[in-house]
Nanobody, 125 residues
Framework: VQLQASGGGLVQAGGSLRLSCAASGRSVRTATTGWFRQVPGKGRDFVAAVFRGGSTTQFADSVKGRFALSKDNAKNTVYLQMNSLKPEDTAVYYC???????????????????WGQGTLVTVSS
C-alpha cells in the first residue's frame, strides 16, 4: 500500500488549497482515509477523515466549516479542500489509510497503518 500526498504550497490567509491523497494497493471505496497535520516540535494532529470510503466524515473542531472531503473512486484518490485558510493551518499535512479503524477512533494516529509522505502547507498572514 502506498499513499502519495500532494497539493501543498504557499497561500495567503483567506485563500484555498486542495490536497490530494492518491492511493495504490488499497481502494478508497472501502478504506478509511484520514488527514493529519504536524508543525515542527509537535505531534500529528487529526484534521479529517472519511470513514470506510463512504459518506461519513469527521472533522477536527478547528477546521469544521472550512475544510471538506471528497473522493474520486476512479482515480483512487481522496481530496481535502481547504478554504478560508488561516496562518495557524500552516503545517505538513499527511494522509493515512486503514481498513480496521472504528469510527470512535478516527482521530488517533495509531488507527492507521499506512501513511503518505506529507505535503507542506504554508499560510501567510
Amino acid at each position: 500500500v502506498q499513499l502519495q500526498a500532494s497539493g501543498g504550497g504557499l497561500v495567503q490567509a483567506g485563500g484555498s488549497l486542495r490536497l490530494s491523497c492518491a492511493a495504490s494497493g488499497r481502494s478508497v471505496r472501502t478504506a478509511t482515509t484520514g488527514w493529519f497535520r504536524q508543525v515542527p516540535g509537535k505531534g500529528r494532529d487529526f484534521v479529517a477523515a472519511v470513514f470506510r470510503g463512504g459518506s461519513t466524515t469527521q472533522f477536527a473542531d478547528s477546521v469544521k466549516g472550512r475544510f471538506a472531503l471528497s473522493k474520486d473512486n476512479a482515480k483512487n484518490t481522496v481530496y481535502l479542500q481547504m478554504n478560508s485558510l488561516k496562518p495557524e493551518d500552516t503545517a505538513v499535512y499527511y494522509c493515512a489509510t486503514s481498513n480496521r479503524v472504528i469510527y470512535s477512533t478516527l482521530y488517533r494516529e495509531t488507527s492507521y497503518d499506512y501513511w503518505g509522505q506529507g505535503t507542506l502547507v504554508t499560510v501567510s498572514s
